[in-house]
């Protein structure tokens, strides 16, 4: 740097500022999360498909069943209530949690088809299911959901499934394949920067305490609540900041407050 010259400013968004995720926002984004899924499920090759993921025992086509049978699952009502009922019957019958049968049945169902049958199918569910969930449902969306998030429990509204998880989820499966594929993942600041600014607030009002992040990439930015004091300046990627509040990486003081996916 030249004398004279100065370092380009850097403007940090006070996380309280950012706007909560709205029905007709989340439609937008439902959408091209949905296209991006099936035009990432559409780029893969052959020999990627049985590539193991950071799911426990999923491999690439796996997460793929997973995700196009949410997809369908949250399609129309009809398709939610046979879903849940059947998954209801047989989670009370084998023990297992809920949500564990509800996406083994999701798996299990769509592993008939081919990888070209399954891109169709992403396509064709995926803008189906975002046109649903945009919807009103003045009463689905308030009906509480029991949910754990990092071993306790929670109460959630149905909104904020169909609204805020139902995005998150398939977005984290497409890092689950880039990353397991090798390929590049699509991201730029509209679209991937917004889902990870709601996941930063919605981290922020987890744990409570004053912070200063820089997540870099595309879909980074810098934030910033309370004084921001320099012991709490984290920095790192943001892709990797969503991976570890998850629980797919392993992170440290604040980073350890898990966010839901």
Not at 81 to 89: L, P, S
Not at 159 to 172: A, C, N, S
Not at 185 to 212: K, N, Q
């Amino acid at each position: 740097m030249n004398e004279g010259e100065h370092a380009p400013m850097t403007t940090s968004t006070p996380v309280r500022s950012i706007p909560p995720i709205e029905r007709e926002e989340a439609g937008r984004l439902a959408r091209m999360e949905y296209q991006r899924v099936a035009e990432q499920l559409d780029s893969l090759q052959e020999g990627d498909w049985s590539r193991s993921t950071d799911c426990p025992l999923w491999d690439v086509r796996a997460v793929a069943g997973h995700t196009v049978g949410m997809m369908g699952d949250f399609g129309s009502l009809p398709s939610l209530v046979r879903r849940m009922r059947a998954a209801t019957a047989a989670a009370k019958q084998s023990g297992s949690a809920f949500i564990d049968v509800m996406t083994a049945m999701q798996v299990d169902d769509l592993a008939p088809l081919d990888p070209e049958q399954l891109v169709a199918e992403a396509a064709a569910r995926g803008q189906r299911a975002a046109r649903w969930r945009s919807r009103p449902h003045l009463l689905l969306r308030r009906m509480p959901m029991k949910e754990e998030v990092d071993g306790r429990p929670e109460t959630w509204r149905m909104g904020y499934l169909l609204d805020i998880i139902l995005t998150r989820d398939p977005w984290m499966h497409r890092v689950d394949v880039a990353r397991a594929t090798g390929r590049a993942l699509v991201l730029t600041p509209e679209h991937d920067g917004r889902i990870v600014a709601d996941v930063v607030a919605e981290w922020s009002r987890r744990h409570d305490r004053p912070f200063r992040l820089t997540l870099t990439g595309p879909a980074g930015g810098e934030y910033v609540d309370g004084d921001g004091a320099a012991e709490d300046h984290i920095t790192l990627d943001a892709v990797e900041f969503c991976r570890i509040l998850s629980g797919r990486a392993t992170g440290a003081g604040l980073l350890t407050q898990a966010v839901p996916f």
